[in-house]
């Protein structure tokens, strides 16, 4: 990749023309924001000035309602070669484009899954993507060339790319980010939770957003999957109120207040083991209510991976052969990194795999042809998201 256009200079494609530009790559920024644009050029993100040739790939950081209206205008103008963003959100903006005949083949939704303290150029880092899941939500109509182009871009920015269905990406949101984000904002309501007992009571929301702005289109354009979550979350807040009330305080006016200490003195013995009984069943709900956490899988330890360094051509469809030679071999790609040469006629392409993997994986690329050799080995935590992965 030789050149990228950046539209949107917020916190994401700020960081992400930081990453192209360290990279190599010549970056230029378009923003209808003058003030965060001169921040982002200042910042040395990039140029202010059009491109004179149509660059690589240009990454729309717009929300998710101007995905569609911005991707038809580049097109029309010939903005780019291929072209992707970088919205919370997938399935609306990916309908809305079809919808406004955008050319799909050349378009492949994407989600760099950080997290920004704040919005604005001013928080962007280089390496904020750095070994974060990418999700990118091709469709069948996508082009070969397209998602060559965006594949390279998410390994120069150092993250991992994750192909994943736009709706199911947006259920994996729903659940993981913006449902916890929701209901934190709820209880911050209560005053209770603004007590100094309860500051670190709650986790930050994840990304962080300094304005409910962001969070309410997000929302609302997302809003099936996060009804359906939250449906599943009252049935489930439903059951557990059920299965504490019989032990709820008695005096509190709500409950029986089984387990509780009567107020006669002369309780027999009888009386406390029919107590007991009573309460046996509301035990057994509550345990087995409890137990259902207990049973969900362990997180996963901390794996070992092998690398494997390939030397690549820069040459248009050099990565997506590849990674097409390495999905041949039956081998699954855990992370990827492209370093490009001084001259950027030669790359080198670090790819991580299982360890037990990565000797085999070299020799069989060297059967193909491709200069490889095992590089190294390297521990890898799992991502709190490894469910796009």
Known sequence: ???????????????????LRAAGVTVHLADGDRNALRVAV?????????????????????????VAPTLGRLQKTGAARSYTDV???KLRPQREALRASCDMT????????????????????????????WALTPTEATGTRALNDVLELVALCGATPVLVDAARHDDIVARTIQLPYLLQELMSEDAAVRHPLA???????????????????LLAGNADAVLRHLGALDAGI??????????????????????????????????T????????????????????????????????????????????GELARLFADVAAEGVSVRDVAIEHGPDHLLGTAELLVGPARAAELAAALRARGWPARLARSAPVRPDPLKELT
């Open 106 to 133: 050349r378009y492949v939704g994407g989600h760099p899954m950080a997290e920004p303290e704040h919005a604005g150029p001013l928080a962007a880092r280089e390496d904020l993507l750095r070994d974060r899941p």
């Open 42 to 66: 200042s910042l040395g993100a990039g140029s202010a000035e059009p491109p004179a040739a149509p660059p690589d790939v240009a990454v729309l950081d717009v929300p998710p309602d101007d």
């Open 273 to 316: 083991e029919t107590d007991a009984e009573r309460a046996a069943p509301a035990l057994r709900r509550l345990h087995a209510l409890l137990a259902r956490g207990a049973e969900r899988p362990a997180p996963t330890p901390v794996r070992a991976v092998g690398t494997v360094a390939v030397t690549v051509r820069d040459a248009p």
């Open 199 to 217: 500051d670190r009571g709650l986790p930050p929301a994840r990304p962080a957003s300094p304005a409910p702005e962001p969070w309410g289109a």
């Open 87 to 89: 919205a919370g959100i």
């Open 238 to 271: 439903h059951e557990a109120m059920a299965a504490l009330e019989p032990f709820a305080s008695a005096e509190a006016g709500t409950g029986t207040g089984l387990g509780t200490e009567t107020e006669t003195e002369t309780e027999t013995e009888t009386e």
């Open 1 to 19: 990749m030789r050149s990228a256009l950046i539209v949107g200079t917020g916190c994401v494609g700020t960081s992400v023309a930081l990453a």
